[in-house]
């Protein structure tokens, strides 16, 4: 057994342990089997990897001969019951685990390497459902379309929280572009809509774009798409009819007013309170506006916000839509 055990798991093991934590477990096993209560006394190897293989392998050896000794067969089902209650005491508890892991060293880096993973096949399933569903691999039935519409307005909402998680853990602040860059303005709406037009055609939603007439500007462009697209998103989530409006409407020469308005059921006072704080409880549904459990998005989008200099407003009344906007200093492009 201690042969196997090292080939299976290729830890080093002596048979003075091995003989230690086989004594204990079957001491365990006929306290299981008696009936016996009280806690247990043992040093705690038994519950290791190794005692739960020489568990496993006892366990079979034991109940096979049982088996096979006509006068103890009646007893075969009793004793594999004591070895099952004792391999139950000795599972270790998962959710103490993965508490411990959260929570330790390496809790935060563990988390962004779980998102990482589930954002690039999600990235695949929002590129091939877009793709089936504007019949670029041929024709669909209007129901397939309305079908891939929903595939992909799930895994988008899905996409949105891996990458806010990731974000969250870098400080939520931090600019990709941290150089500032000519851009248009008017792509970056175009580009917003274009990526959440199935969640608006499925709700039966119109998007309105209010692209500037000065266009090439000066900027972060990648924190600016992040920010519009998840206050687009947000907005196309909480609203079930009429349209919601992404606008870009110069102020100045050198200044650009944002906003991502909708026609949704607006926000209550209450709600406003902890509009920005992740990882916050789940506002009512019952005459309120219904957010995610996480609260990620507005949390990242306040940040991205404040990092590019402005301050994220939001202007809403129950039953009367919503409207978050934010001023940023973008002065003309002299070239793109």
């Known amino acids: 057994m201690v042969a196997g055990f090292r080939n299976e798991f290729g830890d080093a093991v002596d048979r003075a342990e091995t003989t230690a934590v086989t004594v204990d477990l079957a001491r365990r096993v006929r306290r299981a089997f008696a009936d016996e209560a009280g806690p247990e006394t043992g040093d705690g190897r038994a519950a290791s990897a190794l005692g739960r293989y020489l568990l496993q392998q006892l366990s079979e050896t034991a ?14 089902l009793d004793w594999s019951l004591a070895f099952h209650a004792v391999r ?3 599972e270790p508890s998962w959710a103490d685990f993965f508490t411990s892991r959260l929570s330790g060293p390496g809790g935060l880096e563990l988390v962004v390497e779980v998102a990482h993973d589930l954002r690039s096949p999600l990235t ?34 899905l996409s949105a929280v891996t990458s806010d998680i990731i974000e969250l853990a870098r400080g939520g602040d931090r600019l990709v572009d941290a150089e500032a860059a000519p851009f248009s303005v008017s792509e970056i709406l175009e580009s917003v809509r274009d990526i959440v037009q199935p969640i608006a055609e499925e709700k039966g939603l119109e998007i309105r774009l209010t692209p500037p007439p ?24 909480f609203t079930d009819e009429g349209h919601v409006e992404i606008a870009a409407v110069p102020a100045d020469r050198n200044t650009m007013d944002f906003a991502v308005a ?16 992740p990882f916050r409880l789940l506002v009512s549904r019952e005459g309120g506006y219904c957010f995610s459990g996480t609260g990620l998005g507005l949390a990242i989008c306040r940040r991205l916000v404040e990092a590019m200099g402005s301050t994220l407003e939001v202007d809403t009344a129950p039953s009367s839509g919503t409207r978050f906007s934010f001023r940023l200093e973008l002065p003309p492009a002299t070239e793109l």
Do not use: C, M, W
């Open 63 to 76: 109940f096979l001969r049982l088996a096979l000794e006509p006068d103890q067969r009646d007893q075969a």
């Open 88 to 90: 139950r005491d000795l």
């Open 124 to 157: 695949s399933v929002l590129f091939l459902a877009e793709t089936l569903q504007r019949g670029h691999s041929g024709p669909v039935t209007d129901i397939q379309r309305r079908q891939l519409g929903l595939i992909y307005s799930a895994a988008l909402g």
């Open 214 to 237: 000065s266009d090439q500007r000066v900027g972060h462009p990648l924190a600016l798409s992040r920010v519009l697209l998840n206050l687009t998103t947000n907005a196309l989530k």
């Open 262 to 277: 909708d026609t949704g059921r607006g926000i209550s006072t209450e709600a406003l309170e902890t509009l920005y704080q």
